[in-house]
T-cell receptor, first 112, second 114 residues
Framework: DQQVKQNSPSLSVQEGRISILNCDYT??????FLWYKKYPAEGPTFLIS?????DKNEDGRFTVFLNKSAKHLSLHIVPSQPGDSAVYFCAASPNTGNQFYFGTGTSLTVIP | ETGVTQSPTHLIKTRGQQVTLRCSSQ?????VSWYQQALGQGPQFIFQYYREEENGRGNFPPRFSGLQFPNYSSELNVNALELDDSALYLC?????????????FGNGTRLTVT
């Protein structure tokens, strides 16, 4: 039972344009959400997080949006750079317990 | 600041054998979680250790076990290896147990079971 879903396995964007990565979840108990970036042969690197009391969090070129009613979050990268090419995972955690549930990832390619 | 380190990086084992994977947590972190990432999937929670005790477990059988040591380093042990155990095993440390602390991952151990 996949509680966090990333329905786009891959995404290609031109350098300098916006990249939008999407994530949907089914568990209404999730209240803390994170995005990770993963390069080949490396572990996932934490990018940005958001709690359910907010609908937007920004950190430099990265912004995460949360739509609780739709159970949807998205990561915007502006402007996209070739070094952003990686696999991006969204993850969620419920207000009880201590595990994170991950999506299956979206592979982003930024074309120079 | 020293990050999360895992050893070995790669391992090949035969079905039925036992394996031990090791992890050193990031300095200042006292909680360690282990995740399994199968090919094409996202990481799946195995268990978490806090204060040397298991502090939550995912949907994995008892042949997956672990330890945490006083210096917060950790081991993952898997007995009676099965072919489906072939995966990337990720260790992650965090500053405290609790869901509002981001996980910081190591580079993983790639386990192949033949």
């Amino acid at each position: 039972d996949q509680q966090v879903k990333q329905n786009s396995p891959s995404l290609s964007v031109q350098e300098g344009r916006i990249s939008i990565l999407n994530c949907d979840y089914t568990n209404s108990m999730f209240d803390y959400f994170l995005w990770y970036k993963k390069y080949p042969a490396e572990g996932p690197t934490f990018l940005i997080s958001i709690s359910s009391i907010k609908d937007k969090n920004e950190d430099g070129r990265f912004t995460v949006f949360l739509n609780k009613s739709a159970k949807h979050l998205s990561l915007h990268i502006v402007p996209s750079q070739p070094g952003d090419s990686a696999v991006y995972f969204c993850a969620a955690s419920p207000n009880t317990g201590n595990q994170f549930y991950f999506g299956t990832g979206t592979s982003l390619t930024v074309i120079p | 600041e020293t990050g999360v380190t895992q050893s070995p990086t790669h391992l090949i084992k035969t079905r039925g054998q036992q394996v031990t994977l090791r992890c050193s947590s990031q300095s200042g972190h006292n909680t360690v979680s282990w995740y399994q990432q199968a090919l094409g999937q996202g990481p799946q929670f195995i268990f978490q250790y806090y204060r040397e005790e298991e502090n939550g477990r995912g949907n994995f059988p008892p042949r997956f076990s672990g330890l945490q040591f006083p210096n917060y380093s950790s081991e993952l042990n898997v007995n009676a290896l099965e072919l489906d155990d072939s995966a990337l095993y990720l260790c992650a440390s965090s500053r405290e147990t609790g869901y509002r602390s981001p996980l910081h991952f190591g580079n993983g151990t790639r386990l192949t079971v033949t």
